[in-house]
């Protein structure tokens, strides 16, 4: 037993000392890769005259955080879905969106899902030096900058720091660091929670309560957006919603092919459930069953005529119904594999 305490405040221990990620987004040119220069102290990644310099996701070790520069968004060259599909960009600690001007709908719609998630997040505005409007004071812009993002936000209060990453005459680098440093405990105890190995029965428990709150709170930002895969407005964006989701779940809990291939307990549907998560074919699968489920047995034989209100109502629906039934699933596949292992080691 105290081995097992011993192994466990060692794993802690090593989960506090590990790097916490942090990820930079924002548009083309906006200064992301400029922002981590400044941080750092050094040129450490590119940066260019012309937009889309950055195009791969370019790693920057420096101390205790990781630093992960991502090509700008929402271009001809990176379409939104297309840059969320590629970088999984979620996965990450803790959060900076930067921009340089006025936010953008591919901006806002990010942002917001950061924000519904509750994901750590710093909002960034670069480029303060070439702030100037005739009649106003720096701080007067600013203040209306912030009225302006929170607004668009439909958020108070967001953590929100005005920088100048320009290197000859760098500005409010300092309180950037520090607001980071505060945001430091936030972004590893959500990394905690669910990336820690669960080695007892308490703590796969805990997991599944971690993983239910993360499936509520994707649902919320469903609904936030009134996203509506029935109608299917935007399928790329339930299908991404839907892809993430499944994809952080299995990673919470551990579950790959062969674990799933390898289960003899767990139900066949519950199996199939997993497997589909992991394609786009087994999304619209799932995403077709949930609908029609919901059609059969709710208001929405009027559904031509729904409004944004229950639209939203409906994504939320879809989206927490089966992210609980997903967790479920892997919770199962993940209990049988604990157990086995438990077993193993009192025999
Ligand atoms: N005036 C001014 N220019 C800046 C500032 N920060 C960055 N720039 C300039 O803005 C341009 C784009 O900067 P990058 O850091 O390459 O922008 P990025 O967001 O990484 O761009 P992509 O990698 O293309 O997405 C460069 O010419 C920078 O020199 C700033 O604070 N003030
Ligand atoms: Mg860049």
Redesign the pocket.
């Known amino acids: 037993m105290t081995s097992e305490c011993e192994t466990i405040k060692e794993k802690l221990k090593n989960i506090d000392e590990e790097n916490v990620r942090i990820v930079l987004f ?10 981590i ?1 400044a941080v750092c102290g050094r040129d450490a ?5 012309e ?4 195009r791969d996701a370019v790693i920057v070790e420096n101390g205790d955080v990781t630093f992960i ?4 968004y929402g271009t001809a060259g990176f379409p939104t879905e297309a840059f969320l599909e590629k970088f999984q960009p979620f996965q990450y600690d803790l959060f900076l969106c ?1 921009f ?1 001007d006025k936010l953008r709908a591919a901006d806002t719609r990010l942002f917001r899902m950061l924000e519904a998630m509750k994901k750590p997040c710093i909002f960034v505005r ?5 702030i100037y409007e005739e009649g106003k004071t720096l701080e007067e812009s600013e203040a209306e900058i912030r009225r302006d993002i929170e607004f668009q936000l439909g958020q108070e209060n967001i953590d929100l720091v005005f ?4 290197q000859d005459r760098p500005e409010g680098i300092d309180v950037l660091n520090d607001v980071i440093m505060s945001k430091m405990n936030e972004a590893r105890r959500e990394k905690y929670i669910l990336t820690a190995e669960a080695r007892t029965r308490e703590q796969l428990e805990a997991k599944k309560e971690a993983a239910m709150t993360y499936v509520k709170r994707s649902a919320t930002y469903a609904a936030y957006n009134g996203l509506n895969p029935i109608i299917a407005v935007d399928a790329a964006v339930d299908f991404m919603i839907l892809y993430q989701l499944y994809t952080n779940i299995r990673a919470t809990f551990g579950i790959t092919e062969a674990i799933i291939n390898a289960s003899r307990k767990v139900s066949a549907k519950d199996k199939k459930l997993v497997l589909g998560g992991m394609s786009r074919e087994g999304i619209n699968v799932i995403l077709r069953n949930a609908s029609r489920k919901l059609v059969a047995r709710t208001f929405l034989k009027v559904l031509p005529v729904v409004g944004q209100a229950t639209a939203a109502l409906i994504g939320y629906k879809i989206v927490s119904k089966t992210g609980r039934d997903y967790v479920n699933a892997c919770y199962e596949l993940a209990r049988e594999r604990l157990l086995m292992e438990l077993d193993a080691k009192r025999s």
Do not use: A, I, M
């Open positions: 924002g548009q083309p040119g906006s200064g992301k890769s400029s922002l220069n990644v590119s940066t260019g005259e937009t889309d310099t950055t520069d991502l090509p700008g930067v340089s670069n480029k303060t030096d070439l920088v100048s990453t320009r």
